[in-house]
């Protein structure tokens, strides 16, 4: 089994940064990738920045590139989401996310380990 704990949802401003982390822990060695979902009140679930603990790929949903950078730990098992410029829509709950990516297209990874999610509120 695998557990994500993430910690680091707050209350920000627009224009504000934070930075999310996700510890793992448990049987580890069980996925080669890890990632961020947000899930914001009537939209669907969408992923927002993923990455291969093997290598430097990275993946990130069009509307934060530029603005959040996903990074990893791997002596810590953590992996963490620093988002800046922080904007209206950036409010959801944001899910840490532990699964296979096959090297191929991001579309195709699959993640089946999730956190319970830590909040974050931009208000202007």
């Given at each position: 089994q695998v557990n994500l704990m993430e910690s680091g949802g707050d209350s920000v401003q627009t224009g504000g940064s934070?930075?999310?982390?996700?510890?793992?822990?448990g049987h580890t060695v069980?996925?080669?990738?890890?990632?961020?979902f947000r899930q914001a009140p009537g939209k669907l679930r969408e992923g927002v920045a993923f990455i291969y603990l093997g290598?430097?790929?990275?993946?990130?949903t069009d509307s934060v590139k530029g603005r959040f950078t996903i990074s990893r730990d791997k002596s810590?098992?953590?992996?963490?989401?620093?988002?800046?410029?922080?904007k209206l829509e950036d409010t959801a709950k944001y899910l840490c996310v532990a699964g296979d990516w096959y090297g191929?297209?991001?579309?195709d990874a699959h993640f089946g380990y999730w956190g319970q999610g830590t909040q974050v509120t931009v208000s202007s």
């Open positions: 934070l930075r999310l982390s996700c510890a793992a822990s069980m996925y080669n990738a890890m990632g961020w290598g430097d790929s990275t993946w990130y810590e098992n953590t992996v963490y989401l620093q988002m800046n410029s922080l191929r297209s991001w579309d």
